[in-house]
């Protein structure tokens, strides 16, 4: 049908507030595309009268109203927008336009170290932890994303016999549960669940040897944690953080974090610490839950969860040379019981060292006490924490080893692999917290060779290599950054050959772990090793392949037992010197690994 044609020189009201040509039509071929009321203004009159201003205010109003309704069309843009902005006002930009995010100069600086939060209410933390919601993916998307039936069941078993006794978030029994479901594809779970998921596919793997990962897994290792580090952060995309009140949700990022840490192409575990901290204090971890009248099951799950968060914040600090966010007087959270998981929901204490929890249970006693020693003054003020000299730090160690021999290792009924794992590693961090902070004034060099070898010896030692993953990292690379700093110290030769043959054995083992190295601390080492090479006469620039061409030519790496066997330290200071260890009862523990009497030297 034709459409009736207007005058010659009139526009429609809507063409003419959009400023656009108009065929004069009734309805205009415009309105008509965009299904709008085509009006034409009124036959102006030669004669001025009162409303001959109308029009021109109409169509001011009617250009105001369209630029708010395209506005409002666009705000959810603008929103997002904003919000990766906001996420960005706390950081750095280097000269190639990389953001750094920045830890807060003062962390602690609003918090009331006197009360601590009140339950649900978040520490003063900066938190500026955002994944890129392209990660953002469909329901079929994320089925596609598990691996094959049979990939989970080996994941999963290698997660219950490596991960869960050192590294325990949650109760193994409800979380098989939901593992079946993926595998026999009954029933959907959860963005929480399948995150929680897929952070056990990623723990695995990091604790992986890559030998084992081709052999059952037949993939090479960074190409596994590449894939389940990035299906992790597609699941940690869709919630939003910063609001989430999802106790599964924080088990899986908290599982994540804490096994990115170990990972140099992960995320920066400093940059997304403070949002789980928050989570936590919004969830109440802080505090303990037989104050909120909680079940046996969620207390002990809330504990593990927040020992876990604390260690992590701790290693975090270590790190970076920094200090932990959290602060003491903010919680109430005892330490887990020492109870198996197949007793809950009501078990019974026990004191039975072989408990699923006797490694978690030592190593969050021994944060807990790092915590109160190696951290700066300032930190001890906030803590409320005693300012201790070195001799009174000393004093301290001492009694908390003894404080663990007698609650503890004097229960020990027989000698199991756990137990032997738990308490190497103890103790032998505890030997590297009283080299690092009471700064012997002897040559302490034999005592650190001597604990940095028996370190290296804990990976041969077969029965109970699978569990130190967790742990190594932070043991040797302690030990080997105060070995080579002490020998950047001009004029002392003593046993030098000797330090450099262990110092080259574990910076080689290291340099060959891509997944590892590439962080602060190995940076530090980096450093100290080249200076100490120009110190012995070597210039820093010279490369040395996999770190092993200066080992002398009669070293030779051997047995967990023979080179335990051949770091004896020859006499040292008796009793009452920093160096004074004389607890009989943890030799039982290195004689396993065929020490005899010799750690007795230096313990």
Not at 48 to 60: A, E, H, K
Not at 108 to 124: A, C, L, R
Not at 303 to 322: I, K, P, S
Not at 487 to 511: H, P
């Amino acid at each position: 049908m034709l459409r009736r044609t207007i005058a010659s020189g009139r526009s429609c009201l809507e063409c003419s507030r959009r400023k656009i040509k108009c065929d004069r039509s009734l309805p205009c071929s415009y309105c008509v595309k965009i299904r709008a009321a085509c009006v034409y203004p009124p036959t102006r009159r030669r004669s001025r009268s009162p409303d001959s201003g109308n029009v021109s205010v109409t169509s001011r109003l009617d250009r105001i109203e369209d630029t708010l309704r395209v506005l409002s069309e666009d705000f959810g843009q603008i929103r997002h927008l904003l919000r990766h902005l906001v996420s960005f006002t706390a950081s750095d930009t280097t000269g190639d336009g990389e953001i750094l995010q920045t830890r807060p100069s003062n962390p602690h600086g609003n918090y009331d170290t006197g009360h601590g939060p009140e339950n649900g209410t978040e520490p003063p933390i900066c938190a500026n932890s955002t994944f890129d919601s392209t990660f953002d993916s469909a329901k079929e998307t994320t089925e596609r994303q598990h691996p094959s039936p049979v990939t989970i069941s080996i994941l999963w078993h290698w997660y219950l016999d490596t991960v869960d006794p050192v590294l325990r978030v949650f109760h193994t029994p409800s979380v098989q549960k939901d593992l079946m479901r993926v595998i026999t594809a009954d029933t959907t779970v959860d963005v929480g669940k399948q995150c929680l998921l897929f952070a056990i596919y990623y723990a695995s793997v990091t604790s992986m040897p890559s030998t084992t990962c081709l052999d059952k897994l037949n993939e090479d290792r960074p190409t596994l944690l590449e894939r389940y580090r990035n299906a992790v952060e597609r699941q940690l995309a869709r919630v939003d953080l910063s609001s989430s009140l999802e106790f599964t949700l924080l088990q899986a990022f908290i599982l994540y974090l804490t096994c990115a840490r170990l990972d140099s192409h992960g995320p920066s575990v400093t940059t997304h610490l403070p949002t789980a901290i928050n989570m936590a204090y919004r969830m109440g971890l802080h505090r303990d839950g037989t104050t909120q009248n909680n079940s046996v099951l969620e207390t002990e799950s809330r504990r593990h969860l927040w020992w876990q968060l604390v260690t992590l914040d701790t290693r975090t600090a270590e790190d970076h040379n920094t200090t932990p966010y959290i602060l003491e007087p903010s919680f109430t959270t005892q330490f887990p019981c020492l109870i198996v998981d197949a007793g809950l929901p009501s078990p019974v204490p026990s004191n039975a060292t072989a408990s699923s929890t006797f490694f978690q249970l030592l190593h969050f006693e021994l944060i807990s006490f790092t915590r109160r020693i190696v951290f700066s003054e300032t930190f001890n003020q906030a803590n409320d924490y005693h300012t201790s000299s070195p001799i009174q730090k000393h004093k301290a160690i001492n009694d908390f080893r003894q404080s663990l021999e007698t609650r503890y290792f004097s229960h020990c009924g027989s000698i199991n692999h756990l137990e032997f794992i738990t308490a190497a590693t103890v103790q032998l961090f505890l030997v590297k917290i009283k080299l690092a902070v009471c700064k012997p004034g002897h040559n302490f060099r034999p005592i650190c060779v001597e604990v940095l070898q028996r370190a290296l010896a804990l990976r041969e030692h077969e029965p109970g290599q699978k569990w130190v993953w967790l742990v190594q990292r932070d043991m040797e690379w302690g030990m080997l950054e105060l070995l080579l700093n002490d020998l950047c110290a001009d004029g002392v030769n003593e046993g030098r050959e000797e330090a450099w043959g262990v110092v080259e054995q574990a910076y080689g083992y290291w340099r060959e772990d891509e997944t590892g190295r590439e962080t602060g601390k190995w940076a530090v080492i980096e450093k100290l090793r080249a200076r100490a090479l120009t110190i012995r006469g070597y210039e820093s620039e010279i490369d040395v392949p996999n770190g092993l061409e200066l080992v002398p030519e009669d070293y030779g790496p051997g047995p967990a037992e023979e080179l335990a066997e051949e770091t004896g330290t020859g006499e040292l200071p008796g009793d009452g010197t920093v160096c004074e260890w004389s607890m009989e009862a943890f030799e039982q523990y290195f004689q396993g690994l065929g020490a005899g009497d010799g750690m007795s030297n230096v313990l």
